[in-house]
C-alpha cells in the first residue's frame, strides 16, 4: 500500500514528535530505529519504526527529510497498523501546530484522516498492492516484504495456497495481510527462531544455521543447515531439508520454514536420513 503523509517539521525530529505524543498512544507501541543493514544495496537514511506487539505486520515507518517529516503505512498492513498510522498523523500534526498534511491524493486536513475520502485514498492503496503482487507472481518472483519482525516472503506457490484458501469473503489482500501478521509473531508460539551465520571454508563463503532436537524452530532460508550429530554437525544443503525433516517441516512463508521440536529419543532417526541425503549412509535401518 505504501501511502506517505508529510508533515512541515518546524524544526522538531521525530524523536521531538514521538515525546510529546507518547502519553496517546496504545500501551503495546513499540519503536525502533532501523539502518540499512551493511553491505546493503539500499541507499537511505535511518528510519522509526512503530509498531504494535503481536498486532502489527510491518508498523508505520517514519523518515526525515529537509524541513519534513514523512509518515509512511507500508505495503499490505494489519487493520490495526492503519489505524496506528492515521492516529500518529493526527496527533503528529497537532503537536507540530500544523493544520494540513501532504498527502499522495493532495493536502488533508488532520481532521479528514478518518473520512470518506481518506478511506477511498486507501482502497485505492490496497488495489495498487494486489496488482503489484498480480504482477510479480505472473513474472514467477517472490517478493521480500521487510516486517516489524521479519522479512515476509510471497511467491507463487504461497500466492496459490492463499488465494485458493478460505471462503470467498476473505480477499486476496485481506488473505496475505493476515499471513504476514502470522510469520511476524509465530515466535510466541513455541517456534524459537535461528540465527543466521556467515561462514567460509576456504575459498567458499555461505550461510548456515543449527537444527538441534527438542526445540521448535524458525529457520530463515540458508545455504546449508548444520544438523547436531556426535562427532561433528551435519552440513545438510538448504533443498534437502524437507525431506529429511519429513512431517516435522511445514512452510511459514515462500521462503521461511517451521520445524517443529524432534525428541531427543527420536533424532537419530534425523542423523540417518541426513546422513542418507549425503551419501553417508548406504541406507536406512530396516
Known amino acids: ?89 493526527q496527533l503528529s500534526a497537532a503537536a507540530l501546530g500544523t493544520a494540513s498534511l501532504e498527502t499522495l491524493d493532495g493536502p488533508r486536513a488532520p481532521s479528514e484522516l478518518h473520512g470518506e475520502a481518506m478511506g477511498e485514498a486507501l482502497a485505492r492503496a490496497q488495489t495498487a498492492d494486489n496488482e503489484a503482487l498480480n504482477t510479480s507472481i505472473l513474472e514467477g518472483q517472490t517478493m521480500e516484504l521487510p516486517g516489524c519482525m521479519r522479512p515476509f516472503f510471497l511467491g507463487p506457490r504461497l500466492y496459490e495456497t492463499l488465494r485458493t484458501a478460505g471462503t470467498a469473503q476473505a480477499g486476496l489482500w485481506e488473505k496475505v495481510a493476515a499471513q504476514f501478521l502470522h510469520v511476524q509473531w509465530v515466535h510466541l508460539q513455541g517456534f524459537h527462531p535461528s540465527t543466521v551465520m556467515g561462514m567460509k571454508r576456504g575459498k567458499a563463503e555461505f550461510t548456515a544455521c ?5 526445540r521448535a524452530q524458525v529457520l530463515a532460508p540458508v545455504d546449508v543447515v548444520l544438523v547436531k550429530a556426535a562427532a561433528e554437525p551435519l552440513r545438510l544443503p538448504w533443498a534437502a531439508l524437507p525431506k529429511v525433516a519429513g512431517d516435522r517441516f511445514a512452510w511459514l512463508d515462500e521462503r521461511q520454514v517451521l520445524l517443529h521440536a524432534v525428541p531427543g529419543a527420536e533424532w537419530a532417526s534425523v542423523v540417518e536420513r541426513a546422513e542418507l541425503s549425503l551419501g553417508t549412509r548406504s541406507q536406512l535401518p530396516q
Open 210 to 214: 543449527t537444527w538441534q532436537p527438542d
Open 1 to 89: 500500500m505504501a501511502y506517505a503523509l508529510r508533515l512541515r517539521s518546524s524544526g522538531k525530529t521525530w524523536k521531538d514528535v514521538l515525546s510529546a505524543i507518547a502519553d496517546h498512544l496504545p500501551g503495546d507501541v513499540r519503536v525502533r530505529v532501523e539502518a540499512p543493514e551493511k553491505g546493503s544495496k539500499l541507499q537511505r537514511a535511518p528510519l522509526v519504526l512503530v509498531f504494535r506487539e503481536r498486532l502489527s505486520t510491518r508498523g508505520v515507518e517514519l523518515l526525515e527529510g529537509e524541513g519534513t517529516l514523512t509518515l509512511r503505512i507500508p505495503s499490505f498492513p494489519s487493520a490495526e497498523d492503519l489505524s496506528l498510522g492515521l492516529q500518529l498523523a
